[in-house]
């Protein structure tokens, strides 16, 4: 069975840190691209991370909103895609989830669907 497994919300004062994993099973996520998104109560949906590859390389991709605070990478031998989040202030309190295009390979983050998603993972940041 295909899914997306988020962990490693919580609850950090403004400043802390968190790291959230998304978990596949089901597929070989370094062959996919894997958007990490929010969505906090009253607000849109934001992609504030998307990690995709052409098979030789990663590229990234951060929103403003998190650029330089946020970080996503790969635990190739887990099946597993990460997001470092330090810095933290109560703005990035929201749901998170990661989510997934399984319908082609190696699609840039642009052109991914991101129809594939997980259940999210709160983040409450308190200040």
């Known amino acids: 069975q295909v899914q997306l497994v988020e962990s490693g919300g919580g609850s950090v004062h403004a400043g802390g840190s968190l790291r959230l994993s998304c978990l596949g099973s089901g597929f070989f996520v370094d062959y996919y691209t894997i958007g990490w998104f929010r969505q906090a109560p009253g607000k849109e949906r934001e992609m504030i991370s998307c990690i995709s590859s052409n098979s030789r390389e990663d590229s990234k991709f951060y929103a403003d909103s998190v650029k330089g605070r946020f970080t996503i990478s790969r635990a190739k031998d887990k099946n597993v895609i990460y997001l470092q989040m330090d810095n933290l202030t109560p703005d990035d309190t929201a749901l998170y989830y990661c989510?997934?295009?399984?319908?082609?390979?190696?699609?840039?983050?642009?052109?991914?669907?991101?129809?594939?998603r997980g259940q999210g993972t709160q983040v409450t940041v308190s200040s």
């Open positions: 989510a997934t295009d399984l319908s082609v390979a190696f699609l840039s983050c642009t052109s991914a669907d991101f129809s594939t």
